[in-house]
């Protein structure tokens, strides 16, 4: 039995996105969720908890911050959300066992809860984001709004960094110097819905 092309267009989606974020940042977030950190500890402070981003200028080599970013510029970000009974998943795949499941039926066994979905949508409402797309297989959302918005949000302060050409190599090309906004800081949410988001993505326009 095969999983219907749209869950695993949307699996693999989930896949690639989560493949971007900094290993140690996801190592962290997972040990976090398996391990509920309680409140007061490094991992959750005021009821909050740390959330990986994918590329960011901690992660860019030669970045220099020369500025802050005005809270005006327009941004996009994705909230990738963390699978629920992945071990099932996997083991079925492993053994030749892919469920024949329509997106609807993915959603309810693997994506998040839509509690949580509606939690986190609130939330970014609140300090006036926009929901553009969430996903029916319950993995995704997509947002727009402005730095200032995120910043509020996610308790960061984003910067302009200055990231300095790469040369390119084995036949490859290079990649031009950027001024791009970004933040090193790790994005913070509520506790409550925050552990279920697997990362946040977009809070750099960096272009490799």
Do not use: C, W
């Not at 220099?64 to 970013?69: D, Q």
């Not at 329509?102 to 986190?120: D, N």
């Not at 029916?136 to 996610?154: K, P, Q």
């Not at 300095?164 to 031009?176: E, L, R």
């Amino acid at each position: 039995m095969k999983l219907r092309n749209h869950a695993k267009r949307r699996i693999a989606a989930a896949a690639a996105a989560a493949a971007i974020v900094p290993a140690a940042a996801l190592i962290a977030s997972t040990a976090a969720s398996a391990s509920p950190a309680p409140a007061g500890s490094a991992g959750a402070t005021n009821g909050e908890v740390s959330v990986a981003q994918g590329t960011n200028p901690a992660t860019l080599k030669g970045a220099v911050a020369i500025g802050t970013t005005p809270a005006s510029t327009p941004e996009a970000v994705s909230f990738v959300l963390r699978g629920r009974n992945l071990a099932g998943l996997e083991n079925a795949v492993e053994q030749g066992r892919s469920p024949d499941l329509s997106t609807a039926e993915f959603a309810a066994r693997y994506g998040q809860t839509p509690a949580v979905i509606s939690s986190l949508a609130s939330y970014l409402k609140g300090f006036g984001i926009s929901i553009t797309t969430t996903y029916t297989d319950g993995l995704d959302i997509s947002t727009t709004g402005t730095a200032g918005d995120y910043d509020n949000a996610l308790s960061v302060q984003q910067q302009q960094y200055h990231v300095s050409a790469v040369k390119g190599h084995g036949g490859q090309p290079g990649i031009p110097a950027q001024t791009v906004h970004g933040t090193k800081q790790s994005p913070r949410m509520p506790a409550s819905f925050g552990r279920d988001v697997l990362a946040v993505l977009g809070l750099t326009n960096y272009s490799p």
